[in-house]
């Protein structure tokens, strides 16, 4: 069974730091592109990073550009969302998701094949 799970949310103030998880199982993160999606309240879900599998290349929204790190270990079949000087506006539920498909930039949601079920992050002081 193909499966991926999220960990590492929770509340934060705002500056701060998380490091979100995504534990891969059923399939091999390094052979697929795996990215790092949120979803704010009445917002559209947002693409925030994604790491390729033919190259490692990491992509990044400009909102988080210099401020979010992604990485992927591939002896825990795992890929990692690093998350620096958070700002309340990057509070949403954060989900990974694995693409076959995409393999420059970020790609549209509709382009991943499967998806964890998120964890929520909130930056408030």
């Known amino acids: 069974q193909l499966q991926l799970v999220e960990s590492g949310g929770g509340l934060v103030q705002p500056g701060g730091s998380l490091r979100l998880s995504c534990a891969a199982s059923?399939?091999?993160?390094?052979?697929?592109?795996i990215g790092w999606f949120r979803q704010a309240p009445g917002k559209e879900r947002e693409g925030v990073s994604c790491i390729t599998s033919s190259d490692g290349s990491e992509y990044y929204a400009d909102s988080v550009k210099g401020r979010f790190t992604i990485s992927r270990d591939n002896a825990k079949n795992t890929v990692y969302l690093q998350m620096n000087s958070l700002k309340p506006e990057d509070t949403a539920v954060y989900s990974c998701a694995a693409s076959s498909i995409v393999d420059y930039g970020l790609g549209m949601p509709t382009l991943y094949d499967y998806w964890g079920q998120g964890t929520q992050v909130t930056v408030s002081s």
């Open positions: 059923g399939f091999t993160v390094a052979y697929y592109t």
